[in-house]
């Protein structure tokens, strides 16, 4: 896949912008330790996400996968924001950590259009179709629609009536694509953690 080059601008910018303002999350002298910790949640939301899948239930699977994605965005942050020092901000809302779809954007970077592994499992219009998603906001749309009931030109709909084995396929393996983009290699724990991020994402892969 080609990457986008305006979209990988504005998508850095937001990156830049995320680090350079809001508190910290980690404690400086503790900073790697509560990474990981941060990280095996992570997995546990990967863990858990499969679980569901394998059970044949796939709405809450979505929502799982789409909050790792967002915790994957702030772990990675909060990393770089210890080694720096952000800009104090007065209200909470204007951290980017605490927006879905700027969690979404950052951790959905163009540079994941450059692997081969999510392309090859889902099709590269799929991959290119998700990355739109985190940018216009549709991802976060998807993440309600997956846990809360509506009602839709009349119509009283549920998350199960919407989310289907194949969006559900798709989107936990983005986000454990994402977490091998984003945070595999920074600490050896996640080394050791992405052996069973991996071993999720094939079985995914064989699943259908």
């Not at 059970?55 to 699977?61: D, K, L, R, T």
Request: net charge negative.
């Amino acid at each position: 896949m080609e990457i986008d080059n305006d979209v990988a601008v504005r998508k850095a910018m937001v990156t830049v912008e995320a680090i350079a303002k809001g508190r910290n999350l980690f404690t400086k002298e503790n900073s790697t330790q509560e990474f990981n910790a941060g990280c095996d949640h992570v997995l546990s939301l990967f863990e858990s996400a499969f679980q569901l899948y394998q059970a044949e239930i796939y709405h809450v699977p979505v929502f799982l996968a789409i909050s790792a994605i967002e915790e994957i965005a702030k772990l990675e942050v909060a990393l770089f924001r210890c080694m720096s020092e952000p800009e104090e901000i007065k209200r909470q809302r204007q951290d980017k950590l605490y927006n879905h779809k700027a969690k979404h954007v950052i951790a959905l970077q163009e540079v994941i259009a450059i692997g081969e592994r999510l392309p090859n499992a889902i099709g590269e219009e799929r991959v290119r179709a998700l990355l739109e998603m985190a940018e216009n906001g549709k991802l976060v749309e998807l993440r309600e629609s997956a846990l809360y009931t509506d009602s839709v030109d009349g119509s009283f709909i549920t998350p199960a009536s919407l989310i289907d084995k194949s969006i559900a396929r798709d989107v936990i393996l983005l986000a454990i694509e994402t977490w091998d983009d984003r945070l595999r290699g920074l600490t050896n724990h996640t080394n050791e953690l992405d052996k069973r991020a991996d071993e999720i994402f094939y079985a995914v892969v064989g699943s259908m």
